[in-house]
């Protein structure tokens, strides 16, 4: 399964393009999360921008990416150190 979603984000994901994924890591082991993380950074300098949902400590390490964590006050702009997947 991970090997056909890595190859539908290389093979269907382009520059110019705004790309929506939600918890993207059900479907890669860890090593192809890496790999996800070299496919984005490769698609993200073609002038694209990636939004995910994501419960992944190495998807969240994407480097300056910006990470949002849901609370009872709404939406928090956090440093990777503060989420709680890497604590």
């Known amino acids: 399964m991970g090997e ?3 190859s539908l984000i290389h093979n269907r994901f382009s520059g110019n393009g705004l790309y929506i994924l939600d918890e993207p890591e ?6 192809n999360q890496m790999a996800l993380l070299a496919i984005m950074k490769n698609i993200s300098d073609n002038n694209s921008q990636f939004i995910i949902a994501t419960h992944s400590p190495i998807l969240m390490a994407y480097p300056e990416a910006d990470i949002y964590c849901v609370t009872d006050d709404g939406l928090k702009l956090v440093s990777y150190e503060e989420t709680e997947h890497y604590k």
Do not use: E, I, R
Not at 26 to 31: D, V
């Open 4 to 6: 056909s979603f890595l």
């Open 26 to 31: 059900s479907a890669l082991s860890a090593t």
